[in-house]
């Protein structure tokens, strides 16, 4: 039977799950109130970090689905993430709205990564 392993678990979630080669991060939030594209360089920047403590990198992203508040926020949240998603490497990824936990969070990120 395959392995998993948690990191930084708590009562309700763990913010990195491996199983076999596959990483799965919980949702990531940026800094509340700030525009969406700082919560958007927060998000990705919280993901390189997982990342790589769970061993893998933003070129091994299979996946990542977006949430946002208000969709009239794509195209700035797209900016930030352009800049930022390697080329030729982009994920599977889908982008829709969502009432977040907070009326202050405007963008949530969840990533499926290779090891």
């Known amino acids: 039977m395959t392995q998993i392993e948690r990191s930084h678990t708590g009562p309700r979630m763990s913010q990195i799950v491996k199983h076999g080669e596959t990483i799965y991060l919980a949702g990531q939030v940026g800094t509340a109130g700030a525009s969406v594209a700082q919560q958007t360089q927060d998000c990705l920047d919280k993901i390189d970090t997982l990342l790589a403590e769970a061993g893998?990198?933003?070129?091994?992203?299979?996946?990542?689905?977006?949430?946002l508040s208000d969709m009239t926020d794509f195209a700035a949240m797209n900016?930030?993430?352009?800049?930022?998603?390697?080329?030729?490497?982009?994920?599977?990824r889908a982008c829709g709205e969502a009432k977040l936990a907070r009326p202050d969070f405007l963008v949530e990120m969840i990533v499926v990564a290779a090891a």
């Open 56 to 67: 893998s990198d933003k070129s091994r992203i299979l996946q990542c689905t977006i949430w």
């Open 79 to 92: 900016a930030v993430w352009d800049a930022w998603v390697p080329e030729g490497q982009t994920p599977a």
